[in-house]
């Protein structure tokens, strides 16, 4: 959501969450999100949005310079059919396998307030998910600049949010995986990845 | 996506793909959608577009009426919302009790071509987020007609799913969660329901 937001040139007033102190579950920050978890987008009215992909939709109609969710009807399709393939087969299998091995997590193991031990088979599954996730990614860059053909959109950040994560598990992209390596190296020198 | 084209008064032409007895896993469906696994849409172009949300943006963009993902941003950012927290906290808990559990899905606990073993743990915490799912899906619908307030939308569409899904895995509304049993009757009287 910060790269997304980078990329539009918007500013957004933040509010820092101390996550590492469990600041997300004290009844201060379960008033604004009952679900324990960032990002949250707050509107000048007091309207709440969670959810990463709700308040980038938002984002997007606010301010629809540059298009980050495609630019006609086939190509929005397509981008929220590559972002749904990357939460779903990148980003949470990722999340599995760390959130399941990680000693800090115990009792962790699913984000939120709800108390979920550590699984420890999740975790060896996660890292066999992964594998499938990137060679799917190369296989798709084979003839595409970004996930979605010539166009940059937030099917790309999502997947380079994935492949930045993948650090806490100790996995990094295949020497032999050329197109993920090429469009890693694009899209993590742009100005709004550090953001 | 049926009751979804249904609402919107749709007519799709349907090729029904064999689950019972694997044909997503055959040569012939895997050309269609390499993570087999359904639906799909087929454009007249010959696109093919998979991963339900998609598929339902991509229909919303070409027939708005009636409106199924909200009538502003603010609201569209709500269905988005909700319809996120009810794919990842309801039919994920659901889908991973079930496919960790039923007989006939050994080897396959996660929808598509790879092979996953279930992991027993997993059906018995699917179960108890459910539970946390469905307390949730009650109180946002202590002062609300739909999960989005006052217009019905894809968020209650993948609810209703969500609920239909839980018999496989034996669990239905609990009598006392009366929001819940209120809306359910209302959701699942409409005649795109049994689209």
Same mark, same amino acid.
């Given at each position: /959501? ?7 040139? +918007? *500013?957004? %007033?933040? #509010? !820092? #969450? ?9 009844? !201060? ?7 324990? #978890?960032?990002?949250?987008? !707050?509107?000048?009215?007091? &309207?709440?949005? &969670? ?8 984002? *997007? ?12 009807? *086939? %190509?929005?399709?397509?981008?929220? @059919?590559?972002? &749904?393939? #990357? ?7 990722? /999340? *599995? ?19 979920? !031990? ?14 499938? =996730?990137? %060679? ?23 997947? /380079?949010?994935?492949?930045? =994560? /993948? ?5 990094? +992209?295949?020497?032999? @995986? ?18």
């Amino acid at each position: /959501m910060r790269i997304f937001a980078a990329e539009k040139g +918007i *500013e957004l %007033e933040k #509010v !820092e #969450v101390d996550l590492a102190n469990g600041e997300q579950f004290g009844d !201060e920050f379960r008033d604004v999100n009952p679900d324990c #978890v960032v990002p949250v987008l !707050e509107l000048d009215d007091g &309207t709440r949005i &969670t959810e990463v992909l709700a308040i980038c939709q938002y984002l *997007e109609e606010r301010f629809p310079l540059p298009p980050l969710f495609g630019r006609s009807p *086939e %190509e929005r399709a397509m981008v929220t @059919m590559w972002n &749904t393939k #990357v939460e779903q087969q990148g980003l949470w299998a990722i /999340m *599995e396998a760390f959130r399941n091995s990680a000693r800090g997590l115990s009792g962790h193991a699913i984000p939120g307030p709800g108390s979920f !031990e550590q699984i420890p088979e999740l975790a060896i599954r996660g890292r066999k998910r992964v594998e499938l =996730f990137l %060679e799917k990614l190369d296989l798709n860059l084979d003839d595409r600049e970004f996930l979605v053909g010539d166009i940059y959109t937030i099917a790309d950040i999502s997947a /380079m949010v994935a492949i930045d =994560f /993948m650090k806490w598990i100790k996995i990094s +992209i295949p020497d032999h @995986m050329a197109n993920l390596q090429r469009w890693y190296e694009s899209v993590s020198s742009r100005s709004g990845a550090s953001a």
